[in-house]
């Protein structure tokens, strides 16, 4: 049955942020270029095919977004100047609107302004919230202990509900992007065993970005590496030693060494990645989608009032501290009540699972593949 | 069609598409021009617009009650589709939208203006630009200069010549015959280049009206169309033509190797050389910039001079200038081909098995090297230095498996945007006698679009396939050095797959560049060369040769990338303009200078004229 | 013959092409020993000058009266090898050639066999030229008017070239107005310029052009003669039949587009809405782009290669068609900016000046480009009720490997050029050949593209195969150029070869009269004689092979000639001992 | 070792020898026992040439011209058939198998067809062996005038 094609996915994929993708003429070259383009999986031409006949369903079921990490030498070496990385980046931001089951980061990506607009309303109740809440609990002047105006104990009563909503959501985005590449897909049949076998590569991919390593550029992925390290040492010390980094004046050097480590590598990954992105001085950073911007913006200003708080707190200024910590927490949330789930943060979840539904697909296919040839030969069919 | 039956109200809009022609155009000066028109009412500057709405324009059309419309522009045809259909929306006449381009022309830099002037005006008169224009005829002097001797020039002089005429023929190397001299064989038909092209070297070396000026560039040109005085560089040959009989003796003691630029480097010649057997004229030549005797001024070597029979060698020979008169002056310089060494990932001048197109002719040339063997490069050692140098030696092992890269350097906006127009069917072509020669050799061409459209190309195209050679869709994306030998990685789009296997022999389809120079020369001539270099004719549909300046025309690839069949047929379409400039004793001097007034007025009576005997097609009846 | 004669024979290598089968060696020393033969020699490339000077040195310094160059087909290199006889100040008739080139190394791989047949040619051109006569050319005037075959754009070229020269030119057209088929076109590729004035500027000077005599609705019937002395019959609808002395004729017929019905699939002529390029372009110049019941359309499909680039239809590419579709891409856009285009296309041929740079905006427009494979022509169908659009184009997409429905209300269909139906009538009456296609054969596609084999009959533009408007234009200005080569020169050289009658053996039976089909054989009743007009002769030989009392000879063809070369084949390899 | 025939080819410069040469650039491999005789015209085949030839020692003959109609000289072509209707029976009265002597049209871009036509006669001959001579060929006076019109079509 003959697919119809639809001319108007370019379009609404440009909104997404793709460009110049009309101007493919399909030579190869991008995907012969590279790395990552086997037997099994060729791309970005065969994709931005997709996207130029407007085969939705086709990309929807895609992985292979995910599995490029837009190093733009597809982009640098295109006769025709039609940005396949970039048409990849524009895809992910699409998938990902495709997995959200809320459309909400449909609306994001689509329009910056709701977007905006949402973290605006989110940080302002976010400051609302902490500063009643605040005022009920002490004075503003305090920053620990006894009188605290936020005490860390019960604000990371706050942090774990947080956590749990936002694991539910991406939770269920991750589920419906299995049914669209691997679950709903008829032609492949991935045993049960291979799910177990295989689940190990979610973590190692997680952690390691080790596919990132092997584009032929480093710098990116050492970058990109650095950011995410940080952001989950982080992450974790938030999560698991809150009260040991929050109580003050002393500093617990087995913390805080970690903690000073990870804010310096946020701090100097996000001022690269902005001054990259102005300048527009490598292939990945020559167009940036608005989305783009949002995020690293809010990360900068989430590191910095982070720090800054720190810094007025074990400086004794502790009604300051207390300021910032409100303006840090009305960056931090909206930044992972609307990115994780609905926007850029999403993809640290969809590209290990990327990875781990296209190594399942793989397999499944080449089981298949083994099956038909221990079958007798077709007669052979001559061009 | 112009009628006095009912007032006209003509619209003039402007578009722009930033083409760079109207670069240092005062538009407003046009539109004040366009507006003192008869019967034009209205004027309009639309900006560079994309895509105007049709029903827009139309109810606009109609309110102001237009009866015809001028769309203005450096390429106006863009928006002649909706204009026609606003036109026919408003209930007017389809036929009375009319393009004035201010491309068409060719005009100089200076002459922008007054050229969009007169074709506004030409359009507002429905009258074709090219009949508003009165030539002007100048005397012609009958001798003609033509500058390249490839085959086009070879064709276009002989062509002259055998009508009578003299021909200076000025050639920068020292023998005539281009690059076809260099092929082996030519496409679709295989018959091999030298039976086609040396009968005509020979002839033009024979021909009493021709004098073939090598080692000589053009310096200056002065003068005016008709009569141009031409200033000509003749390098120093050292070894007289006249009196040299090709001996070899001089070769023979001649202690300075050179690769040779005639084998693409493939094999070296001597300082003193002949470029290759059939040579014309048949004579050695003396590479200044080796030989010995010259680097050292006269201290050393000179052992040629010696050993001469004939006493042709003059190893002093100064260079000089000729001045030469003449009325026709026709550019065929020709082109070089794209340097591989721009693409990195396709390892050519690292991998030594990655060879350009020219070196793989002089390979399988019977001539070549190998006496047309296809070997692989090999190494060897240098007997005297002991350095390592890649060589091919008649007994070196064959390829296994050669893979043909198709468009490098062309159709990529990273280097040429254009198409070279000949590398499809080259890369075929060597296919074939890679098949021919190695019948057990794996043969790939990788391709983007299967350019044969000339006659027999497409049967060509397919006979090939038949021969076992594998086509794939998609450009290599790199070569790199394996285990044994190199490995070639492309995409097969058909199949879907990506392509990654052992070659032993990669072939560059390298593009056609402008022949290097050909900037320069532009500039002695005063003529336009066009955004990629190559010079732009006059008309590109109806006047491919003709150059904005009177008298000065083009032949053959300097023009534009074109294949022999092409390239010969348009050097003759040279002779014709020349032979007929010389047979009615005067030339155009047309579109030099463009008067918008005189234009005006000379469409405004030719329009006239013709309200009463309509003579161009309007609605053709279909045959 | 009296004096035994001097033969110098010459055998090429021609690289390795004669040498990789045939042992030009062997053949040497075989043919070295024949009598007559003073000397025989191999080289590399005798066409080359050393080749060539070779043979005039040996000419003058062996006292050679006699050449035979073993090589490739004197269809090629005759010419090359009686100029250095020339040179040498021999006959340039004393020479013969045997082809051992193309009908011996490049056809057989048995380098004996080959070898043994490039020694009986030669041997046969050695006996042959023993018989050989010196014959001096004529010359005939040149009478400096032509006639143009076709007013399309190469045909208006070419008269117009030639009238600024100052020539005189007839031109004649079938149809009742000038312009062909480029005035059936309303934009061209790729600067969409106006077709309707590059014509008009022609027309118009073709028209007012005193020199040019304009002859619509008119046909050739008949040419008599030859090259500067043709008589032209020309026959128009409405008036007598007109003879006019030409010097040269130029045939620029043009072509006929491909009848799309012939592709069942495509649906053309099943559904009103598929249409053909002309039709598009008579849409276009209307300003009424619409479907069949006088919609706007949504979609339009257009679909490359019709009739072209098919063994079932025509095997050749047409060479203009991807470059069109690609102008219409711009012009659909133009016309309707909301309309979607699709272009179905085999490969994209966009390969002349500008052409890229078209390809690349016409994607910029966002064309959606689909790929299908050579001959499987996309599927033209009926749209559902509930579909957008009226027809559905199914194509195997090649790009992206799947089968794909592209939404059509309107189905161009790029037709491809095919030869004219009435080309074969035309070839008959000027005297030029055809190929399989039905295209008109040049005499050589890179030494002559616009000769042909019959001297001053040339072809320009696509009656020789399809062209775009400037190749089409290039090759009426070549025309013209060989033409004013002639006219340069005022005459021409008539061929020395022609037949000549004894008048001492003719007997007057006439059998001759009646079989000439150039009237060139006279009779004279008063001596019961009959002769011929050498100028009017062509050198066919039929009358020569009819004579019942041998009194004809055909010059160069004579009886002895052939009957030496025939003994000369067969005396080593006959299979009777 | 198998008998190689010989044959004669008598061929017409304008179509049948163009074709014969474009097999040899389109590289169509055939039977190397053609010998080829270049005339203007196949009209110009005189039968004396083609008796000439079985008495010297061809196995062989074939005529080849332009397909009717095509004749550079309009209708020469025409004359050779009509003359080869008459050859054939006198060449049959000399006891030569009919087999031995072809009439074929080759145009000038049947390279193809020129090439199988030389494989498929080399191949019949073979299967008939060498000509037997007969002795009253040799010498014989010019057979065979034109033929009247009416004779031709009758």
Request: hydrophobic share 40%.
């Amino acid at each position: 049955m003959a697919i119809r094609a639809n001319p108007h996915l370019i379009d609404e994929l440009e909104k997404y942020g793709a460009q110049d993708v009309v101007k493919c003429y399909h030579c190869g070259n991008c995907s012969a270029t590279c790395p990552f383009s086997g037997d099994t999986f060729v791309f970005p031409r065969k994709s931005m095919r997709y996207l130029q006949l407007g085969l939705s369903s086709r990309l929807r079921g895609n992985l292979e977004p995910w599995l490029c990490y837009y190093c733009g030498e597809c982009s640098e070496e295109c006769p025709r100047g039609a940005e396949p990385g970039e048409t990849m980046m524009s895809m992910r931001r699409w998938l990902t609107a495709r997995y959200d089951f809320t459309g909400i980061s449909g609306l994001f990506y689509r329009s910056p302004k709701a977007e905006l607009l949402a973290i605006t309303l989110v940080a302002l109740l976010t400051g609302l919230g902490f500063t009643l809440f605040g005022m009920s609990q002490g004075s503003l002047a305090v920053y620990d202990g006894p009188g605290a105006f936020l005490p860390a104990e019960k604000v990371h009563v706050f942090d774990w509900i947080m956590a749990g909503v936002l694991v539910g959501l991406l939770g269920i985005n991750c589920v419906r992007m299995w049914w669209f590449t691997v679950g709903s897909d008829k032609a492949v049949r991935v045993p049960p065993g291979q799910y177990l076998k295989q689940v190990l590569l979610v973590p190692w991919h997680f952690m390691t970005q080790r596919r990132y390593s092997q584009c032929d550029r480093k710098r990116p992925w050492a970058v990109h590496l650095v950011l995410m390290l940080s952001y989950l040492t982080m992450l974790v010390l938030i999560m698991f030693f809150l009260h040991r980094l929050q109580h003050g004046p002393a500093i617990d050097w087995t913390v805080h060494a970690l903690g000073y480590a990870a804010a310096l590598g946020l701090l100097g990954t996000t001022l690269f990645a902005l001054r990259g992105r102005g300048l527009r001085n490598e292939t990945h950073y020559k167009h940036s989608h608005e989305t783009d911007w949002i995020f690293l913006i809010l990360l900068f200003v989430v590191t910095l009032t982070g720090i800054t708080q720190h810094i007025l707190h074990r400086g004794g200024l502790e009604t300051a501290a207390n300021v910032i910590y409100i303006v840090h927490m009305m960056g931090v949330v909206p930044m992972l009540v609307l990115e994780v789930p609905f926007s850029k943060w999403s993809h640290m979840a969809y590209r290990p699972l990327g990875m781990y539904f296209s190594t399942l697909r793989e397999k499944a296919l080449l089981a298949e593949e083994q099956d038909s040839r221990t079958r007798p030969e077709p007669v052979a069919q001559t061009a | 069609m112009p009628s006095f039956a009912s007032p006209k109200k003509i619209g003039v809009f402007f578009t722009h598409a930033n083409t760079g022609r109207l670069d240092g155009l005062d538009l407003e000066k046009v539109m004040t021009f366009a507006l003192e028109l008869p019967e034009v009412t209205v004027v309009e500057d639309l900006g560079p617009i994309r895509r105007p709405d049709p029903h827009k324009l139309a109810e606009w059309i109609k309110d102001l009650g237009l009866t015809d419309v001028v769309i203005a522009g450096d390429t106006p045809g863009y928006h002649k589709p909706v204009f026609t259909r606003a036109m026919a929306l408003a209930g007017g006449e389809a036929d009375a939208v009319r393009l004035a381009s201010f491309g068409e022309a060719g005009a100089a830099t200076d002459q922008v203006e007054s050229t969009a002037k007169a074709a506004v005006a030409c359009a507002v008169h429905d009258v074709p630009f090219g009949l508003a224009v009165t030539p002007v005829r100048v005397p012609v002097h009958p001798d003609t200069l033509v500058i390249g001797a490839g085959v086009a020039g070879i064709e276009t002089a002989l062509r002259i010549a055998d009508a009578g005429h003299h021909v200076h023929l000025v050639e920068r190397a020292a023998t005539i015959g281009g690059h076809m001299a260099m092929f082996d064989k030519t496409f679709p038909t295989l018959d091999c280049a030298a039976c086609i092209l040396t009968p005509k070297m020979v002839a033009v070396g024979q021909h009493e009206n021709i004098d073939i000026l090598n080692c000589s560039e053009v310096q200056a040109v002065g003068g005016s169309p008709g009569e141009y005085k031409v200033r000509v560089l003749r390098r120093a040959r050292r070894v007289d033509p006249e009196a040299c009989v090709a001996c070899h003796a001089c070769r023979d003691v001649c202690p300075t190797r050179v690769p040779s630029e005639f084998d693409e480097g493939i094999v070296e010649r001597k300082a003193i050389y002949m470029a290759f057997p059939q040579a014309i004229p048949n004579a050695y030549v003396i590479d200044g910039d080796n030989c010995l005797w010259v680097k050292s001024e006269g201290e050393k070597c000179g052992a040629c001079v010696k050993k001469c029979p004939k006493d042709a060698i003059h190893l002093d020979e100064e260079p000089r200038s000729v001045e030469l008169t003449v009325g026709n002056i026709v550019v065929a310089t020709g082109f070089d081909t794209f340097d591989a060494t721009l693409i990195e990932r396709y390892g050519y001048g690292r991998l030594p098995n990655v060879l350009t197109a020219l070196e793989f002719e002089r390979l399988t040339n019977a001539s070549g090297p190998t006496g047309g063997r296809i070997v692989t490069r090999t190494v060897r050692r240098k007997r005297k230095t002991k350095q390592e140098e890649w060589i091919f030696d008649t007994d070196a092992p064959a390829p296994r498996s050669v893979a043909i890269i198709h468009c490098v350097g062309s159709r990529d906006q990273n280097h040429n945007a254009y198409c070279s127009r000949v590398c499809c069917m080259y890369s075929l072509k060597f296919a074939h006698l890679v098949k021919e020669k190695l019948p057990d050799a794996e043969c790939y061409q990788f391709y983007i679009d299967m350019r044969a459209f000339g006659k027999g190309y497409e049967e060509f195209f397919e006979r090939i396939k038949d021969e076992g050679v594998f086509v794939v869709r998609g450009r290599t994306a790199q070569i790199q050095r394996g285990d044994d030998g190199m490995v070639i990685r492309g995409e097969d789009i058909v199949h879907d797959r990506i392509r990654e296997f052992p070659v032993d022999m990669v072939l560059l389809a390298v593009g056609l560049e402008p022949a290097k120079g050909t900037r320069h020369l532009a500039k002695v001539l005063d003529i336009q060369p066009g955004c990629d270099g190559w010079f732009t004719e006059l008309n590109y549909n109806t006047d491919p040769t003709a150059t904005n300046r009177g008298g000065i025309h083009v032949a053959g690839v300097c023009q534009g990338p074109k294949d022999i069949p092409d390239t010969v047929a348009q050097a003759s379409a040279v002779a014709a303009r020349v032979l007929g400039s010389i047979i009615s004793g005067s030339i155009r001097v047309d579109r030099d200078t463009v008067s918008p007034a005189e234009a005006a007025a000379q469409a405004s009576a030719i329009a006239s004229a013709n309200a009463q005997e309509a003579s161009w097609p309007s609605e053709p009846t279909p045959t | 013959m009296s004096k035994e004669s001097r033969i110098g024979v010459y055998i090429c290598n021609c690289g390795t092409n004669i040498a990789k089968v045939v042992d030009a060696e062997r053949v040497r020393d075989m043919v070295a020993d024949l009598p007559g033969v003073a000397c025989a020699r191999t080289y590399k490339y005798m066409c080359s000058n050393p080749g060539q000077d070779m043979i005039t040195q040996d000419i003058k310094e062996n006292n050679l009266d006699r050449v035979v160059v073993a090589a490739c087909s004197p269809r090629m290199h005759e010419p090359t090898f009686q100029k250095a006889l020339e040179a040498a100040g021999l006959n340039p008739f004393l020479l013969e050639m045997a082809n051992i080139r193309e009908q011996c190394s490049w056809v057989h791989d048995d380098p004996g066999l080959a070898t043994n047949k490039a020694a009986d040619l030669t041997h046969a051109a050695v006996r042959r030229v023993a018989r050989h006569q010196p014959l001096e050319k004529q010359e005939a005037p040149y009478t400096p008017v032509t006639l143009v075959l076709g007013g399309g754009i190469a045909g208006l070229t070419v008269a117009v070239e030639l009238a600024e020269a100052g020539q005189r030119v007839h031109l004649v057209e079938r149809e009742g107005r000038l312009g062909g088929n480029v005035g059936r076109v309303d934009l061209t590729a790729p600067y969409l310029d106006s077709a309707r004035d590059i014509l008009a500027e022609k027309i118009v000077q073709a028209e007012t052009n005193p020199r040019i005599e304009v002859h619509l609705r008119a046909t050739i019937t008949d040419l008599q003669g030859f090259v500067g002395n043709f008589t032209a019959t020309l026959s128009h609808t409405h008036e007598p039949d007109q003879e006019i002395p030409v010097g040269a004729v130029v045939v620029c017929t043009g072509y006929h587009e491909f009848d799309a019905t012939r592709v069942e699939r495509l649906g053309f002529g099943k559904y009103r809405d598929v249409i053909t390029s002309f039709e598009l372009e008579a849409r276009l110049r209307k300003g009424r782009l619409e479907t069949s019941d006088g919609r706007t359309p949504r979609y339009v499909s257009i679909v490359h290669c019709v009739g072209s680039r098919n063994p079932k239809y025509h095997a050749y590419c047409s060479r203009v068609c991807c470059m069109t579709a690609l102008k219409y891409g711009h012009e659909i856009k133009s016309a309707l900016p909301d309309a979607m285009v699709t272009d179905l296309y085999v490969d994209m041929l966009s390969f002349g000046k500008g052409g890229e740079d078209l390809y690349r905006r016409t994607s910029e427009l966002k064309t959606m480009f689909l790929m299908f494979e050579k001959g499987d022509y996309p599927v033209v169908r009926k749209a559902e009720p509930d579909d957008d659009c009226g027809l559905l184009v199914e194509v195997q997409e090649r790009l992206s490997g799947e089968a794909i429905d592209v939404p059509a209300d309107l189905v161009v269909l790029m037709v491809g050029m095919q030869a004219r139906g009435d080309s074969d009538q035309v070839a008959r009456t000027v005297g030029i050949s055809q190929d399989s296609h039905g295209w008109f054969i040049e005499s050589h596609p890179k030494l002559a593209p616009v000769s042909t084999a019959t001297e001053g009959v040339f072809i320009a533009g696509c009656c020789s195969s399809p062209k775009d408007i400037p190749d089409s234009v290039a090759q009426a200005q070549a025309a013209a150029a060989m033409v004013l080569g002639y006219i340069a020169q005022g005459k021409v050289q008539v061929d020395a070869r022609y037949a000549q009658v004894d008048t001492d053996l003719c007997s007057g039976c006439r059998m001759c009269n009646e079989l000439c089909p150039y009237t060139a054989i006279t009779y004279d009743p008063d001596e019961n004689r009959s002769s011929i007009q050498s100028a009017e002769c062509k050198a066919c030989g039929t009358c020569v092979a009819a004579c019942p009392s041998g009194a004809i000879t055909a010059r160069h063809f004579t009886d002895e000639q052939i009957l030496e070369q025939i003994e000369g084949v067969l005396a080593w390899s006959s299979s009777q001992p | 070792m198998e008998f190689e025939p010989t044959i004669v080819g008598f061929l017409c410069n304008w179509c049948s020898y163009t074709g014969a040469d474009l097999a040899g650039t389109a590289r169509i491999k055939h039977r190397p026992n053609l010998r080829v005789i270049r005339v203007m015209c196949s009209g110009r085949v005189d039968p004396t040439f083609v008796l000439q030839a079985f008495s010297a020692g061809a196995d062989g003959v074939m005529i080849c011209g332009c397909h009717p109609g095509d004749c550079h000289y309009l209708e020469g072509n025409d004359k050779a058939f009509r003359r080869f209707q008459l050859l054939k029976r006198l060449v049959a009265a000399y006891g030569i198998e009919e087999q031995r002597l072809r009439l074929e049209w080759v145009s000038a871009s049947e390279g193809e067809r020129f090439a199988r036509l030389v494989d498929t006669m080399t191949a019949e001959l073979r299967e008939l062996g060498p000509l037997v001579r007969p002795p009253d060929l040799a010498g014989a006076p010019n057979p065979c005038p034109e033929v009247p019109r009416e004779v031709a079509h009758g």
